[in-house]
């Protein structure tokens, strides 16, 4: 009876959102990403001189926001539970896989978007492939722009998590 009465505990404690806000891990990830946008969008200022508020949502671009995302969260997890952990093992897999597609799929993506918005632009409007709107260049990243948020989000989460 006391068995079921503590495993019927631990189930409404693991089926509670209250642990989302006490997440440490979690919560130094989203600090990550959102630190790595912010950045972004100052960066893009201080280039231009012109405010463009899709940069703090917006993916694409320096530093990459979702590198420093999985690579916070890997160190968090890292260094709350150990790198033996299988939880640090599955938050190291995700942070290789995300990196590997920014800097590869979604950057090639984004190279296939140019080529085809400058052939589009050459078709007349009664072309049946033609279109009014323009395929979305900045997907993915360069290898320093994903270098870039690894480091802020290794460093930003080790900091915090030291601290913690």
């Not at 189930?11 to 950045?39: E, M, W, Y």
């Not at 323009?134 to 900091?159: D, N, Y």
């Amino acid at each position: 009876m006391a068995r079921l009465l503590f495993e019927e505990q631990q189930l409404d404690s693991t089926l509670s959102f209250k642990g989302v806000f006490t997440n440490s891990p979690l919560l130094v990830a989203l600090l990550c990403f959102a630190v790595a946008q912010i950045t972004k969008f100052l960066l893009e200022f201080w280039e231009t001189r012109e405010l463009h508020y899709e940069r703090l949502v917006g993916s694409g671009g320096m530093p990459s926001a979702h590198s420093a995302f999985v690579t916070g969260l890997a160190t968090a997890v890292g260094m709350r539970e150990g790198t033996n952990s299988s939880n640090f093992a599955v938050a190291f897999v995700l942070a290789v896989i995300i990196m590997y597609d920014a800097v590869g799929l979604r950057l090639h993506s984004g190279r296939h978007a140019t080529a085809l918005n400058a052939i589009i632009a050459e078709l007349p409007p009664d072309h049946p492939a033609y279109t009014n709107g323009t395929l979305r260049e900045s997907l993915g990243h360069t290898p320093v722009q994903v270098a870039a948020g690894c480091a802020i989000g290794f460093i930003l989460s080790f900091a915090i998590m030291v601290f913690l």
